[in-house]
């Protein structure tokens, strides 16, 4: 059930005290995905696995509107990215999840789609723990996965994802272009330091990664596997004391 689409009675009839609340980011991804990747493939993984947990429970968990904007400053140099700071990231999806425990869904598994959100999302679903009226925890979507496909940024596994449940945002037409704009690997290392803090530092059009590599039957499997994986986790939070 997605809140945004429900009326408050419908709501009111849930039984279960678990939710799910997806984030992303309105960022660069290079010249063949776009801005809002992050939100879609988080948006697209909370829908599945929700599904895939009431078909084995019986049980409808609330999906919480997607928080589009995180902590992407990183991407500030290609135009249109938006950021916030990491301390008005927290304030905002702690008081989400709050809104979420004051009428019983105080069991909350935030779905991400951000590389750049995890380290806040994680210390932030610490103190929400330990702190609030609420248990939380942060599932990274593309973490949950096993995968040939590299992760990169707007590379092969997103692109894959992007091609099976978004096929008209990805421009086909600049996918060579992409591929040989980018860079291997993320940043530029140095005794296990990365030099850089921006990605134009290191990648000319955005992109870390084989973009092409990535097919639309790739992204069925790996939305397939991460929905099942949310599975599992929206079980043990479920069962979990607290």
């Known amino acids: 059930m997605h809140l945004s689409e429900s009326t408050w009675p419908e709501v009111q009839e849930l039984e279960t005290d678990l939710a799910v609340l997806p984030v992303g980011s309105t960022e660069q991804h290079g010249p063949h995905a776009p801005l809002g990747t992050d939100r879609f493939t988080a948006e697209a993984v909370a829908a ?120 008209n945002l990805i421009n086909e037409d600049e996918l060579e272009a992409a591929s040989k704009g980018g860079s291997e690997g993320w940043g530029e290392w140095v005794a296990g330091v990365n030099l850089a803090h921006d990605s134009a530092e290191f990648t000319d059009n955005g992109v870390v990664g084989d973009p092409a590599a990535g097919t639309a039957a790739d992204g069925e499997r790996l939305v397939d596997d991460a929905a099942a994986a949310l599975c599992e986790l929206l079980g043990a939070v479920d069962a979990r004391e607290r």
């Open 48 to 167: 599945a696995g929700v599904e895939a947990y009431r078909n084995e429970t019986g049980v409808d968990v609330p999906i919480a509107p997607a928080i589009p904007v995180g902590i992407a400053e990183e991407h500030r140099a290609f135009d249109g990215t938006l950021w916030v700071s990491p301390d008005t990231f927290r304030g905002y999806v702690r008081e989400t999840v709050a809104s979420l425990a004051h009428h019983g869904f105080d069991r909350v598994v935030i779905v991400n789609g951000h590389g750049g959100n995890t380290d806040a999302l994680r210390e932030l679903t610490g103190d929400i723990s330990r702190h609030d009226d609420a248990y939380a925890v942060a599932f990274t979507w593309f973490d949950s996965v096993d995968s040939e496909l590299p992760m990169g940024h707007g590379g092969a596994r997103e692109t894959a994802v992007l091609r099976h449940i978004r096929p």
